[in-house]
């Protein structure tokens, strides 16, 4: 199975990350939050189907079409969506509940504008980053899940600033 995974896009699909996902031959696209507007979702839909979460900078009415968390279970590998996990390497208490009653394999979050690919007590933490605005040094990026027999691998591409 193979998933786009992005986030933090604030109403910015770049070309790139569109002809990248197309050859991708996508299962599905994930999109973690702060997604800035039905054209991003729309040109996202064409390529496969959306799964996405509401972020913090995403507003009425918009954001009142998407939940603040999703669960999916694709190639036998249970996700979990998210936008603001809160600390990279601590999530806030009642995401951290979340996560612990419903045994991930995956968490997928946005929020923090860079990429992060993290094992934690056989929970794999995933931010693609930002796909449309940069932060500080950090470059703009997009990322792919693929479920491989049930394991989940990530891959990061970087877009030009």
Known sequence: MNLGVIAD??????????RAYRAGKLD???????????EV?????????????VGNSDSPPF???????????????????????????????AVEAWIRSEKPRVVIFGHLHRPVS?????????NPGSAGLARHDTPRSFGFLRIE?????????????
């Open 149 to 161: 027999s049930g394991e989940p691998v990530t891959v990061v591409e970087t877009l030009p600033n």
């Open 41 to 53: 979702i729309r040109r996202l839909s064409i390529i496969a189907e959306v799964v996405a979460v």
């Open 9 to 18: 896009t604030h109403g910015v699909l770049e070309p790139e990350v569109e």
């Open 28 to 38: 599905k696209i994930i999109h973690a939050g702060d997604i800035g507007g039905p």
């Open 63 to 93: 954001a009142h079409y998407f939940p603040q968390r999703a669960s999916l279970a694709v190639g036998g590998c249970k996700i979990l969506v998210i936008h603001d996990l809160g600390e990279e390497d601590l999530p806030a208490p």
């Open 118 to 126: 993290r094992e934690r007590e056989g929970v794999l933490f995933f």
